[in-house]
């Protein structure tokens, strides 16, 4: 079964403070990696995804598949980055491109 | 476009009615998804859709029914409603090409009573 682990409901940093947020997988095959965040009032969207290993908004994820994580990372945390951030992962069979989601951490950044 | 959008926002049910969460997408995705949100927990796959008139059961089915007649459409029937279904539900959809980018409806807030 696959599965997905954010070990941190709530995530509390300073403005200017590095951050990472934890997620673990477990999957038995070739795991497709994703970071969705939602920001207050807002839907849930894609921040970003880790084959086309970019930066958005800052924020880059490594896929370490020794590890079985890929933590989202950012060196400098804005006030604008509190939100709830969501690790999701692509490896269902019976296609549909199905996700299975972490249960989330909330991330505050504060003054 | 306005992309995903799902009516009602807010619903309060008692034990054993039943309703319908309607969910509509301008986009043209072929993929559509129901997912349920309880307090602390991630989302939980109840039905997809990889077209019209295909759908298949995700990791939690059971008290739900869903239809697919239409590419835009997707609604999800709540049949004998159950205190256990209290949640937060958010439909989405997807390119069948573009791997993991789902884009969500703003949610209904269901509780049953």
């Known amino acids: 079964a696959q599965r997905v682990t954010q070990p941190e409901k709530l995530l509390s940093v300073f403005k200017g403070a590095p951050v990472e947020l934890k997620c673990n997988y477990s999957y038995s095959g070739s795991p497709e990696l994703f970071w969705y965040v939602q920001y207050s009032r807002q839907r849930l969207q894609l921040l970003l995804r880790h084959i086309s290993r970019e930066s958005i908004k800052g924020f880059t994820a490594d896929l370490n598949k020794g590890e079985t994580s890929f933590h989202l990372k950012k060196p400098f945390a804005q006030e604008e980055d509190s939100a709830m951030y969501y690790c999701a992962l692509s490896g269902l069979t019976g296609g549909g491109n199905k996700l299975t989601f972490g249960t989330g951490t909330q991330l505050k950044v504060e003054l | 476009n306005a992309g995903v959008t799902q009516t009602p926002k807010f619903r309060i049910l008692k034990i054993g009615q039943s309703m319908t969460l309607q969910c509509t997408q301008d986009?043209?995705?072929?993929?559509m998804y129901w997912y349920r949100q309880d307090p602390g927990m991630g989302l939980k796959l109840i039905y997809y859709s990889v077209g019209a008139g295909i759908t298949d059961k995700g990791e939690v089915p059971n008290g739900y029914n869903v239809s697919r007649s239409t590419t835009e459409d997707f609604p999800l029937r709540l049949e004998l409603a159950a205190p256990s279904q209290t949640s937060v539900y958010f439909c989405?959809?997807?390119?069948?090409?573009?791997?993991?980018?789902?884009?969500f409806g703003p949610g209904t807030r269901l509780t049953v009573t």
């Open positions: 986009m043209n995705h072929n993929y």
């Open positions: 989405a959809s997807s390119w069948a090409g573009e791997k993991g980018e789902q884009y």
